[in-house]
């Protein structure tokens, strides 16, 4: 199924995807107490909002669903 807005979910996610592999790699060198907790802070951010694009995604794809039967 195309859908222009769930294709700009799925590219959000693969972006919140490639900020936490970088900030993983950064968490991993880092030797701060301080910035740890501040990468630590933005991996959860980026999970949250992660969680919300898949929660949005299904409610979408859902609706997309109901729709193409109703057409039918």
Known sequence: M??????????????YTNNLKKLKKKLLKTKSP???EKIIKQIDNIAKQMENNQKQSTKVTKSRIKE???KK
Do not use: S, V, W
């Open 34 to 36: 301080q910035e740890r």
């Open 68 to 70: 193409r039967r109703l």
């Open 2 to 15: 195309r859908d222009p807005y769930l294709d700009e979910l799925k590219n959000d996610f693969n972006k």
